[in-house]
């Protein structure tokens, strides 16, 4: 332990100083490569797209896919999973090559390369090369474990299990005892409860603040700030709150004259108590997007609603679902993803670690840091990827809801 | 105006900043003499050369040392500061530190499975720490992830008791420096509230009922982990692995016994709360809402500091049915060395050496017993009279001789993770016995075929 001296405390400003210098730096040098290298880049490629046509534009297309393809393949192959160092890392020259080509060969290099484009791409530079780092190098770290076997006995150098583990994602229980689909079909009931509630509570509180209300500033500032509160914070106070002997919750139903209930050990009541806690978090974000949503439906509409003589059920589904549209519907999308993906509330209520509470975050969580089967948990992070990606583009084209936005 | 003052405090922020970021630290030149007699010890301060006279006879050993190498050591450490483990550990460091200005430790405290799951990540992030301060079951996944290094041409092991360092030998090889012996689960009771300590686990339930009202109970534990089944699992003579010592015995009459008897004390005879984590046992206990806990060494010096003489400490009661004492799990904590050391500055491995032995030595062992009521690992140090006439220690003691040291293989964390959530459903009564024991044998079995 470090106590707070005027060294530590210099000390560490210096090291975060040092760290967000080189950031600066590395930043305006890379951006100034790309500003004066954009113009001969530019003109090369038109050189190169002039005399690369007579192979036709097929197969070009086709070559550049092939080179990139494989220069991807390649870097996956290459990124070490274990410890040691990749065998295929001194080849590293031949990945870049195959990039290098393929991009040369592609009928959309000198797309990419115009003049009027060299600002965008100069102050984009910096985020590109961070996401290329922070992003997408974990990401092909992950797939090329999600390959091996890697674990604390393979933590050196991991072998080549091509897709096995893959297969016992659907076939092995992913933690002791739980198998896979009994997770994600209780993930779905997680996210659907959380969501019912969020948006139907969200709505009622919007509906409610969407008028002359006395106070209304003080009302909404106290509903928001369950969304305030460091959400690790939040799930922890609530945890405590759900503690069988000093939680207020079973004190309460005590003084109720109602029997205490084990909302850390029983699986229903752990998995309620899940529920809760994020029903809790989740409603104030609902009500001020739905607020602000309502709050842009013009009063002409229901005056000339009542007008017609439609009833306030009649206007609600009539006028206001189909208007607040736009905006539910990527609230209701977002809600989705962050419910589904939601780690925090699942992982810290769930603190005796019953895998009938368990989501397929958290369930990837313990296999991967808990169990150290890495291998595993890889190729079950990579399947609970596509679930969610397909999820989404089912909902956003069913729904059609954005089309409001985009007309 | 505004314009100018924006860009006048962006040029003293950057400034700031790089002024911060060129800063260097100047190395520290120091002179140092330190006199050293048999039963004395001179503070040594960074800047003053001091000589003290001493009447008797002394060894004087002077010593200049110029432009040392700062040495920064982080330690991981599972010691917490509940029962003032952590603060132990940091006055040692701050200790040694005052004996070597140029060494200085980061000490960062992680409970026992966090220390784990985190050492298994920095190493393969390649970010380790220097030192971890840890338990015995660390040995197995460390070992087999090659995470650590041996110690047996590192340090004179000789000197520690033989069971200590036999809970970390894995291979003929010994993969840590015993720093305390035991880590073991007794019986602990106030006095106030029982006079004695039931002899067997009638005679507990018998006085557990009698002690269990609305607001009391008669015993408490962490009922969360199977670290705290296990000793009744030893009494109702099971066992969790073949005589191999490598495979799994969780689906057995034992295993049922054990946890139908965990089950009666919670539902048919029930002595116990509901729903009891560590830290609700341990408050409960201390708040005198519990007239008996199980816990472990670790936690004699709170109860102690709590409770005083009506503290109470005697043997997890024999099990009436077998007429067998229960078994706790004995190890200890150890010093375990990560392979990172090796890449280091030799400067680095002396520091972490002249450390362990530091801590290791009679004095501070001495001082653990006295400070934290824990047995040390030095043989010698089990002579002092401290340890042969504390009722606490003695007990303490005495509970380790029906102990059963506790497996380090990477087989017996497939048990752990296959038992604790098969406890947990008997005990949330959602699971019968027989169906926990078979579940918790299936997954141990699955768990040990990923293991290759």
């Known amino acids: 332990m470090q106590y707070l001296t005027p060294d530590v405390i210099f000390n560490a400003l210096g090291e975060v100083g040092s760290t967000v210098l080189f950031i600066l730096l590395a930043a305006v040098v890379l951006e100034l490569l790309v500003y004066f290298l954009w113009s001969p880049l530019t003109a090369f490629s038109r050189v190169l797209d002039r005399r690369l046509r007579v192979l036709g534009a097929v197969p070009r297309h086709a070559a550049s896919t092939i080179l990139l393809v494989g220069a991807l393949i390649l870097v996956v192959a290459m990124v070490s999973p274990g410890r040691e160092p990749s065998p295929l890392a001194p080849y590293w020259p031949v990945p870049l090559l195959a990039f290098v080509l393929g991009s040369f060969l592609s009928p959309n290099l000198v797309k990419v390369f115009k003049p009027d484009l060299r600002l965008p791409y100069m102050l984009l530079a910096p985020a590109i090369v961070g996401l290329l780092l922070l992003q997408v190098y974990p990401l092909l770290w992950e797939l090329n474990v999600s390959f091996t076997n890697l674990s604390p006995r393979h933590f050196q150098s991991p072998d080549f299990v091509g897709l096995v583990n893959y297969i016992e994602v659907f076939t092995k229980p992913v933690l002791k005892q739980v198998h896979f689909v009994p997770v994600f079909l209780r993930t779905l009931l997680w996210t659907a409860i959380n969501l019912t509630f969020h948006v139907g509570g969200g709505m009622v509180l919007a509906l409610l603040l969407n008028r002359d209300l006395r106070f209304k500033g003080l009302y909404r500032t106290l509903l928001v700030l369950p969304w305030a509160i460091p959400q690790v914070i939040a799930v922890l106070a609530w945890r405590g709150e759900f503690h069988y002997e000093y939680g207020f919750v079973n004190i309460l139903l005590r003084n109720a004259g109602l029997s205490a209930l084990q909302w850390l050990t029983d699986p229903v009541w752990n998995f309620l108590g899940m529920c809760l806690t994020n029903i809790w978090l989740g409603v104030p974000f609902m009500m001020v997007i739905l607020l602000g949503g309502l709050q842009s439906i013009s009063g002409e509409f229901y005056e000339a609603a009542e007008i017609d003589g439609a009833s306030p059920v009649q206007q609600f589904r009539h006028i206001t679902l189909p208007l607040l549209q736009p905006v539910l519907t990527p609230a209701i999308i977002l809600g989705i993803i962050w419910t589904f993906t939601n780690f925090n509330v699942p992982f810290f209520i769930n603190q005796n670690e019953l895998e009938t509470s368990d989501t397929l975050v958290t369930a990837l969580f313990r296999s991967a840091f808990q169990y150290f089967n890495l291998g595993d948990a890889a190729a079950f992070a990579f399947v609970n990827f596509g679930i969610l990606f397909v999820l989404s583009a089912l909902y956003v084209r069913a729904s059609g809801g954005l089309k409001g936005a985009t007309e | ?452």
């Open chain 2, 1 to 452: 105006m505004k314009k100018h003052s924006l860009a006048i405090v962006s040029v003293l922020a950057l400034v700031g900043l790089i002024v911060a970021a060129c800063a260097q630290p100047t190395p520290e030149v120091v002179e140092v003499t330190r006199v050293v007699t048999e039963t004395e010890e001179v503070e040594v301060t960074k800047e003053v050369v001091t000589e003290v006279e001493v009447t008797k006879e002394v060894e004087r050993i002077v010593e200049v040392e110029k432009e040392l190498e700062p040495v920064e050591i982080v330690l991981w450490t599972k010691e917490g500061e509940a029962d003032g483990g952590l603060q132990f550990v940091q006055s040692l460091a701050d200790a040694y530190t005052a004996e070597h200005p140029n060494v200085t430790f980061e000490v960062t405290n992680k409970d026992v499975e966090t220390l784990r799951e985190d050492f298994l990540t920095a190493g393969l992030a390649g970010a380790m720490p220097d030192l971890l301060w840890t338990v015995n079951d660390h040995a197995g996944p460390f070992t087999d992830a090659q995470l650590v290094m041996a110690t047996d041409d590192l340090f004179d092991l000789g000197k520690y008791v033989a069971s200590a360092r036999a809970a970390v030998q894995l291979g003929e090889k010994t993969w840590g420096v015993p720093i305390s012996n035991g880590n073991h689960l007794m019986l602990l009771y106030n006095k106030d509230l029982i006079e004695e300590a039931p002899a067997d686990t009638d005679e507990m339930i018998e006085k557990g009922l009698e002690l269990t009202t609305g607001d009391q109970y008669g015993l408490v534990y962490n009922q969360t982990e199977p670290f705290w089944m296990v000793p009744w699992l030893g009494g109702f003579q099971g066992a969790v692995f073949a005589p191999d010592g490598k495979t799994p015995t969780l689906d057995t009459a034992e295993m049922v016994d054990t946890l139908q008897f965990l089950y009666d004390i919670k539902y048919t005879t029930p002595i116990i709360p509901a729903e009891s984590d560590y830290d609700g046992a341990d408050t409960l206990f201390k708040e005198g809402k519990a007239a008996m806990i199980i816990n472990g060494d670790w936690s004699l010096g709170s109860y102690k500091d709590v409770l005083g003489d009506k503290l109470g400490v005697a043997r997890i009661p024999m099990v009436s049915a077998t007429e067998q004492w229960p078994h706790p799990y004995t190890s200890g904590v150890y010093f375990m060395l990560p392979v990172s050391l090796e890449e280091a500055s030799e400067a680095k491995m002396e520091a972490v050496k002249g450390f362990i032995s530091f801590v290791t030595n009679a004095t501070n062992q001495a001082l653990m017993v006295a400070k934290l009521n824990r047995l040390p690992a030095l043989e010698v140090a089990l002579d002092d009279p401290l340890i042969a006439n504390d009722p606490i220690l003695k007990g303490s003691a005495d509970q380790m001789t029906v102990g059963t040291p506790m497996p380090t293989v990477s087989e017996m964390r497939c048990n752990w993770d296959a038992m604790k959530p098969e406890m947990g459903a008997v005990l949330a009564d959602t699971k019968a016995p027989a169906d926990a024991a078979a579940d918790m044998q299936a997954a141990a079995d699955n768990c040990v075929a990923t293991l290759d």
